[in-house]
């Protein structure tokens, strides 16, 4: 079982507060879900199960959180965005081994993802989610 840390002025940012109620806890899931750089598999049928809400309302939230949700180049993939940041781990250092994994992760998905360096997952922008294509 992995332990997160979460940020309690979520409730008090504007991006977090304009979300539907559905949409707050599907991010509060994949938050909990997620692996320690903030990947997950996107499962949308799963997530609908385990939530208890349709999947089309799954895929409604997911677009509703925009740009801090990333899907990867073959759509089977989402990164949470500012998720290490929020795990007290913005600044990677290879020389912390609780960075390292973390890196790795990061590394092991640049091409999934089509970037060239691991930055391109904090700053540049990516793929957009896009839904009705059967995804998930």
Known sequence: MAYRFTNTDK????????????????????????DIAGFLELNTKKMAFEIGIG?????RSLKEM???????VDC???????????QK??????????HR???????ENLELFNCQCINDFFEAPLK?????????
Not at 55 to 59: A, L, M
Not at 66 to 72: A, E, F, H, K, N
Not at 89 to 98: H, P, R, T, V
Request: a positive charge.
């Open 11 to 34: 409730w008090n940012d504007a991006w977090f507060c304009e979300l539907r109620p559905l949409s707050k806890l599907l991010f509060l899931y994949l938050c909990d879900q997620c």
């Open 55 to 59: 999947k089309q309302e799954v895929e």
């Open 66 to 72: 925009g740009d801090r949700i990333v899907l990867s």
């Open 76 to 86: 089977k993939f989402i990164f949470i965005r500012n998720f290490t940041k929020h």
């Open 89 to 98: 781990n913005k600044n990677l250092n290879e020389s912390n081994m609780a």
């Open 101 to 107: 994994g973390i890196l790795n992760r990061l590394n």
């Open 128 to 136: 957009p989610l896009k839904w009705g294509l059967g995804i998930g």
